[in-house]
Nanobody, 121 residues
Framework: QVQLVESGGGLVQPGGSLRLSCAAS????????MGWYRRAPGKRRELVAT?????????ADSVKGRFTVSRENDNAKNMVYLQMNSLKPEDTAVYYC?????????????WGQGTQVTVSS
């Protein structure tokens, strides 16, 4: 079992910043990739940003230059962050953390419960 706990969402004005955090815990032997997805009202869930174990990042075109994904995997600490700057109303969504990795016997894909980000004046 792998658990993901997200934090850092909230209400922010346009142009503001937020930092999301996601902590992964449980039976994890290794992590291949970590990332963030979001689902806006009435829309399908979409990729926001991902980062591999080698540090390779991938961003949705809509967030390039504004969002930065990073990870911390030291001393049994498995964290992924999303620094969001210059936020726009269209960034309003529930943001989900996702982790792809290897457990004691099988690969796994785990999702967090989601954290609400609302960008509004």
């Amino acid at each position: 079992q792998v658990q993901l706990v997200e934090s850092g969402g909230g209400l922010v004005q346009p142009g503001g910043s937020l930092r999301l955090s996601c902590a992964a815990s449980g039976s994890i032997l290794s992590i291949y990739a970590m990332g963030w997805y979001r689902r806006a009202p009435g829309k399908r869930r979409e990729l926001v940003a991902t980062i591999t174990s080698e540090g390779t990042t991938n961003y949705a075109d809509s967030v390039k230059g504004r969002f930065t994904v990073s990870r911390e995997n030291d001393n049994a600490k498995n964290m992924v962050y999303l620094q969001m700057n210059s936020l726009k109303p269209e960034d309003t969504a529930v943001y989900y953390c996702k982790v792809d990795g290897l457990g004691p016997s099988l690969p796994f894909v785990s999702w967090g419960q989601g954290t609400q980000v609302t960008v509004s004046s």
